[in-house]
């Protein structure tokens, strides 16, 4: 079970498959089993090496409480650690919701070098933040909150009230082994309000950005990659934040194509 210690904190990653590698990051709340809980994993196993990673604060990995472990520099810097420990000086990324938001405003801004291309989804990183994206993070950060006071199974009832819908079993087990302290932590940082737009026509690499068009974070996703030199967006009529990332079989193939023509090159 690979750990790596990057500066005091302990970060948990697995290796899978064989190729050219490829990390994976995952949401907040989540753990690198929703990789394999959503199919990911399995299907990119075949052409890649993938390096699935516990997100500092989540799964496996130390879980600091103060709000200063959080700073995209250190999560990028994590990676850092990870691909030397690996002897990889270069892999290709892909981040959903959290773990996009660090590759939009952790590795695209300082560890870029180590990266051939960045898949993204789920997140908005230019400078405005819509009314739906504020409500998302209240959400967010008073859900953090109440498993702080109550716990995480009233957390759970809360989502299936607030949603209409029951959660995924799946991913029950991924959510309790959290600590919301430190989860509230990492919620607090992403709701800091700041934006990349200055680097966006910096990012060098070829990227491929996507959302549900029922998500939040749709318009600001699809205007950052009209910044962007080598961006491709996909937009998923009708998904929200959550279904997207769940409807691996329309979300793999453009995945696909896009490694296997980064490749290529």
Known sequence: MPFVNNNGVKIHYEIEGQGPPLMLQHGLMGSLERWRIYGYAQELKKD????????????????????????????ASDYVAILDDLGIQKANYLGYSMGAAIGFKGIAR???????????????????????????????????????????????????????????QRLVPTALVNDPVALLAIGQRLTDGMGVEEILPKI?????????????????????VAR?????????????????FASTDLVLPHVKKFLAEVNKR
């Open 48 to 75: 890649y090496r993938l390096i699935l990673v516990d997100a500092r604060g989540h799964g496996q990995s130390d879980r600091p409480h103060e709000p200063e472990a959080y700073t995209y520099e250190r999560f």
């Open 110 to 168: 300082y560890t870029l070098p180590r990266f051939n291309s960045l898949i993204l989804g789920g997140i908005n990183p230019t400078d405005t933040t819509p009314e739906p994206e504020r409500q998302f993070w209240n959400v967010l950060i008073n859900g953090m909150q109440l498993a702080i006071r109550e716990g995480w199974r009233a957390w759970i009832a809360d989502y299936e009230k607030r949603y209409g819908r029951p959660y995924d």
């Open 228 to 244: 962007m030199p080598k961006a491709t967006f996909v937009s998923f009529p009708g998904l929200d934040h959550v279904g997207c």
């Open 204 to 224: 060098n690499v070829p990227c491929l950005v996507f959302a549900g068009t029922a998500d939040a974070f749709h318009p600001g996703a699809k205007e950052a």
